[in-house]
């Protein structure tokens, strides 16, 4: 009997290659429905290639996708969002010279008639804002003038206004202090009670134990190991990033 696919996304073999760079280099790995898994691994070791990929902002030399049933050798934006695929880039990709309601609304934005419905957009981008405790004081000031910690919590609530099969998260908190990397955390622990299925990148291992039900090491462009968090410490998965399996 063949066995149905238990996976929610799988990658094989990708390559991906900038000039003689080697981003991924036969990247292999599968994410789980309904589990946060982690991707960790050093500054270039190809994880914000591999989100790109899968938000159809990068097209990968080789190897295929396979979300659900179906088989991608690449995905293009549209389709990453039709397929469910919601993305928080690790450089925000926020319109500086936008506020806050335009940019949780930015390329999906409310229309009534010909016109946009700002005031609509302004009003659910207030509570969405609320329901996340993300605090703005002013909505109409340009992102530009935002603090780092804000405007990644603009990132984030652009992500979270549609229900997303799979959210990604590139360094969520890079840019954030104490108490905003705590309010993430509490968002991020609050979908995953709701089995909400995240991939989430970051550098601070204590953040991905608090969080992530599995760990993919990324080394130079390949997946050397992955692990339960259950099963692991941040002590073994530092010394598998820095010394490799
Ligand atoms: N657009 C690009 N043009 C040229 N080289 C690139 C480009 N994007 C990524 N690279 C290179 O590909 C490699 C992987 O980069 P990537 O951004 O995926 O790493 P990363 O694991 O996300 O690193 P970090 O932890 O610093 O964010 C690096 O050597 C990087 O310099
Ligand atoms: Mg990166």
Same mark, same amino acid.
């Given at each position: 009997?063949?066995?149905?696919?238990?996976?929610?996304?799988?990658?094989?073999?990708?390559?991906?290659?900038?000039?003689?760079?080697? +981003?991924?280099?036969? =990247?292999?790995?599968?994410?789980? *429905?309904?589990?946060?898994?982690?991707?960790?691994g050093? #500054?270039? !070791? /190809?994880?914000?290639t591999?989100?790109k990929?899968?938000?159809g902002?990068l097209?990968?030399?080789?190897g295929?996708?396979?979300?659900?049933?179906?088989?991608?050798?690449?995905?293009?934006?549209?389709n990453?969002?039709d397929?469910?695929?919601?993305?928080?880039?690790?450089?925000?990709?926020?319109?500086?010279?936008?506020?806050?309601?335009?940019?949780?609304?930015?390329?999906?934005?409310?229309?009534?008639?010909?016109?946009?419905?700002?005031?609509?957009?302004?009003?659910? +981008?207030?509570?969405? =804002?609320?329901?996340?405790?993300? *605090?703005?004081?002013?909505?109409?000031?340009?992102?530009? #003038?935002? !603090? /780092?910690?804000?405007?990644?919590?603009?990132?984030?609530?652009?992500?979270l206004?549609?229900?997303?099969?799979?959210?990604?998260?590139?360094?969520?908190?890079?840019?954030?202090?104490?108490?905003?990397?705590?309010?993430?955390?509490?968002?991020?622990?609050?979908?995953?009670?709701?089995?909400?299925s995240?991939l989430?990148?970051?550098?601070?291992?204590?953040?991905?134990?608090?969080?992530?039900?599995?760990?993919?090491?990324?080394?130079?462009?390949?997946?050397?190991?992955?692990?339960?968090?259950?099963?692991?410490?941040?002590?073994?998965?530092?010394?598998?990033?820095?010394?490799?399996?």
């Amino acid at each position: 009997m063949i066995q149905s696919n238990t996976f929610l996304l799988e990658v094989n073999d990708l390559c991906k290659k900038f000039n003689h760079i080697v +981003a991924l280099d036969h =990247l292999s790995l599968q994410l789980r *429905q309904e589990e946060v898994t982690a991707i960790v691994g050093d #500054n270039g !070791s /190809g994880k914000s290639t591999l989100i790109k990929i899968l938000s159809g902002s990068l097209i990968p030399d080789s190897g295929s996708i396979i979300l659900g049933e179906k088989h991608y050798q690449h995905l293009k934006p549209r389709n990453s969002v039709d397929l469910g695929i919601r993305v928080v880039y690790q450089d925000l990709s926020l319109d500086n010279y936008k506020n806050s309601y335009e940019n949780i609304f930015l390329g999906e934005e409310l229309k009534c008639g010909p016109f946009l419905a700002k005031r609509r957009m302004a009003l659910e +981008a207030k509570q969405l =804002l609320a329901d996340l405790q993300i *605090q703005i004081p002013d909505l109409s000031e340009d992102v530009g #003038n935002l !603090s /780092g910690g804000q405007r990644q919590g603009i990132a984030l609530a652009r992500a979270l206004r549609q229900e997303a099969r799979l959210l990604i998260l590139d360094e969520p908190t890079a840019a954030m202090g104490i108490s905003e990397t705590e309010s993430v955390f509490r968002i991020l622990r609050d979908l995953k009670a709701e089995k909400r299925s995240i991939l989430i990148i970051s550098h601070n291992l204590f953040q991905v134990f608090d969080i992530a039900d599995r760990i993919f090491i990324l080394k130079a462009g390949k997946c050397i190991g992955s692990v339960l968090t259950k099963d692991s410490s941040p002590d073994e998965i530092h010394h598998l990033i820095k010394w490799g399996a």
